[in-house]
């Protein structure tokens, strides 16, 4: 309706990307708070070898061992977008993800040469994520103003009554708009892993396993009371609403103002329409996992592990017909699987009481199917660690690490709820010994992402054919902190 109906999918556009993505979770390693305490763990052998290193878990003293693990996790994006029509230009947007609840229970039994272990982890997670705005909505209703003066004849409604009357109503003078906005998103991954280990000899140790993960996606959000703000006319109006007080200006009786402007507003209301969401998705995969452990000297060990691509098809759920005008389908399924990965570590013992880790992370990115977006992807993305830990007495213990990561993404790929960085991670903590059957770990992890700006078209009106230098800064940073209990039910300590 005189060309408005662009306007629809346009503000649609922010629940496609807050939620088609949300699903696209790597397998985290930060599956205790060993790892928080001092990243590196490739080539563990203490009970988080369950995870990290699985074919040192034979390293463990015999018998039976538990650790029980939480991890306290905030994540702020900042998005910072420059486009010409916004209120305030540049605009910074901002999305926390949090939660206080991450757990991970690690258990493994070794009797000889053979050691069983399981794992109830959270595979992959982004928390809660909240937003109460968004680059594209905002740019989308943005657009409102400088579409309603292209659409609508105001100017030559000033022009005629002030040639009429003396006086300049400034109809055209709109000089805001605002919105309710809210976008509410949680993804999670929940596995349950099993593994069995064999000690070939003094050299190797093999280890099979595999984990069944699930994927929940769920998300919620609105769009709705788009108004503009005209000072000489009283304050906020909805679009359509203000076009069709402009109309009613006795000053217009007998032109042909007054219809051109309510069919101008008929399509405002009709394209400016609230816009819901309210969507659940949900699948599940195996992951296979080998791992290879080689201990050429007491001093030395060296932790090789691989995990195959999780192949997981999500079914989409739609909640009281909220499918946010049809972006969404009730029953559509779509892949996102979680990325292999193969890593490799490296433990050398300095002395007694100095221990230095190495690790190296490699994700097989481009062989998983993101439902069209991993063509996007320009490369795997790596990991490259290194850890310390100091021995200050029988009891007591202080670590620390650093990490650097380097995703390797388009900037096509880069979504406003969904973007990748590099960043460094740096990393404190310690441990202490109750006894030769009860540890307590804590960490605390933080990590630094470096910013990324890059050109995104806006298609004004949401017409393609007129699109709209739009430039985006991506940021972010994330804080860990991470507790463990570890309990060694048997008479030997490790």
Same mark, same amino acid.
């Given at each position: 309706m005189l060309a408005l109906l662009a306007l629809a999918p346009l503000s649609q556009a922010p629940f496609s990307q807050a939620v088609g993505q949300t699903a696209n979770l790597y397998t985290i390693p930060n599956q205790s708070a060993h790892f928080i305490r001092m990243p590196s763990r490739e080539s563990s052998?203490?009970?988080?070898?369950?995870?990290?290193?699985?074919?040192?878990? +034979?390293?463990?003293?015999?018998?039976?061992? $538990?650790?029980?693990?939480?991890?306290?996790?905030?994540?702020?994006?900042?998005?910072s977008s420059n486009y010409q029509y916004l209120n305030q +230009?540049?605009?910074?947007?901002?999305?926390?993800?949090?939660?206080?609840v991450f757990p991970s229970i690690l258990g493994?039994?070794?009797?000889?040469?053979?050691?069983?272990?399981?794992?109830?982890?959270?595979? #992959?997670?982004?928390?809660? %994520?909240e937003y109460t705005n968004l680059p594209e909505a905002d740019a989308g209703i943005a657009d409102v103003i400088p579409l309603v003066r292209q659409l609508a004849p105001l100017s030559q409604v000033d022009a005629l009554i002030q040639g009429s009357t003396g006086i300049n109503p400034n109809y055209s003078n709109l000089t805001d708009y605002r919105f309710d906005f809210q976008s509410a998103g949680l993804g999670f991954s929940p596995g349950i892993q099993v593994g069995a280990s064999y000690q070939a000899s003094k050299l190797f140790a093999v280890a099979f396993g595999v984990r069944f993960v699930q994927?929940? +996606?769920?998300?919620?959000?609105t769009l709705e009371n788009t108004e503009v703000y005209s000072e000489e006319h009283g304050g906020w109006y909805s679009p359509s609403?203000?076009?069709?007080?402009?109309?009613?200006?006795? *000053? $217009?009786?007998?032109?042909?103002?007054?219809? +051109?402007?309510?069919?101008?507003?008929?399509? $405002?209301?009709?394209?400016?329409?609230?816009? %819901?969401?309210?969507?659940?998705?949900?699948?599940? #995969?195996?992951?296979?996992?080998?791992?290879?452990?080689?201990?050429?000297?007491t001093q030395v060990n060296v932790g090789l592990r691989y995990e195959h691509n999780t192949a997981v098809t999500m079914k989409t759920s739609i909640r009281d017909d909220k499918d946010a005008g049809g972006r969404f389908t009730d029953g559509e399924e779509i892949r996102a699987d979680i990325p292999g990965f193969a890593t490799i570590g490296v433990h050398y013992l300095i002395g007694p009481k100095l221990h230095?880790?190495?690790?190296?992370?490699?994700?097989?990115?481009?062989?998983?199917?993101?439902?069209?977006?991993?063509?996007?992807?320009? #490369? *795997?993305?790596?990991?490259?660690?290194m850890a310390g830990q100091y021995d200050l007495s029988d009891r007591w213990l202080v670590s620390g690490g650093y990490t650097y990561n380097r995703p390797r993404v388009s900037t096509a790929f880069q979504s406003e709820t969904d973007f990748r960085l590099p960043g460094h991670t740096a990393a404190i903590g310690g441990a202490y010994d109750f006894n030769d059957k009860l540890r307590v770990n804590l960490g605390f992890m933080?990590?630094?992402?470096?910013?990324?700006?890059?050109?995104y078209p806006h298609a004004f009106g949401g017409n393609e054919n007129n699109n709209l230098n739009n430039e985006l800064t991506f940021n972010k940073n994330a804080l860990i902190v991470g507790m463990g209990l570890d309990m060694r039910l048997n008479g030997g300590s490790n």
């Open positions: 052998t203490e009970i988080d070898a369950v995870f990290h290193n699985p074919a040192g878990v +034979v390293e463990l003293s015999e018998g039976f061992h $538990l650790s029980l693990n939480n991890q306290m996790l905030r994540q702020e994006s900042r998005i +230009v540049p605009t910074e947007y901002k999305g926390v993800a949090s939660s206080l493994a039994y070794r009797k000889g040469s053979m050691a069983y272990s399981f794992g109830l982890m959270m595979v #992959g997670g982004t928390g809660g %994520a994927q929940f +996606v769920f998300a919620t959000s609403d203000y076009l069709n007080y402009v109309g009613q200006d006795p *000053n $217009l009786a007998g032109t042909v103002y007054p219809v +051109v402007l309510g069919a101008v507003a008929q399509g $405002l209301e009709e394209d400016l329409a609230p816009v %819901a969401l309210d969507m659940a998705q949900y699948g599940f #995969g195996l992951t296979p996992i080998v791992g290879l452990a080689i201990r050429p000297s230095t880790r190495f690790g190296f992370r490699y994700m097989l990115d481009k062989n998983a199917d993101w439902n069209g977006r991993d063509s996007l992807i320009e #490369g *795997n993305y790596y990991e490259v660690s933080y990590t630094y992402f470096i910013s990324e700006t890059g050109n």
